[in-house]
């Protein structure tokens, strides 16, 4: 199983970034998908979820109303929106994914399924 997370790059205070997640030989229609980030020196953290069927979002607090999440089934996709970027958002971020079950979105053991990592630089 594998995912292929991508789009990270280099950008200014207050701009956008779009990263991408495909799951490339299997469907993850019924999974659970999300992203965590990671920070030098720093412990992986929750940043947003969305549920199998796109209706149900989650997001951390820092994020929110500053991302949005969505997926695409007919590409096997799920797409973070980045707007607002700061400084402080600046990590390495990874796609995951499971099963729904009734455990915590935001615990990293929880996932199943993870992408290599696509890094985000936020200049000041």
């Known amino acids: 199983v594998q995912l292929q997370a991508s789009g990270g790059g280099l950008v200014q205070a207050g701009g956008s970034l779009r990263l991408s997640c495909t799951a490339l030989?299997?469907?993850?229609?019924?999974?659970?998908m999300s992203w965590f980030r990671q920070a030098p020196g720093k412990e992986r953290e929750f940043v947003a979820a969305?549920?199998?069927?796109?209706?149900?979002?989650y997001f951390s607090d820092p994020v929110k109303g500053r991302f949005t999440l969505t997926r695409d089934h007919t590409k096997n996709t799920v797409y973070l929106q980045m707007n607002s970027l700061k400084p402080e958002d600046t990590a390495v971020y990874f796609c995951?994914?499971?099963?729904?079950?009734?455990?915590?979105?935001?615990?990293?053991?929880?996932?199943?399924?993870w992408g290599q990592g696509t890094e985000v630089t936020v200049s000041s």
């Open positions: 969305v549920n199998w069927d796109g209706g149900s979002t």
């Open positions: 030989d299997r469907t993850f229609s019924d999974y659970i």
């Open positions: 995951a994914s499971r099963k729904p079950k009734s455990a915590s979105l935001r615990v990293v053991s929880q996932y199943d399924y």
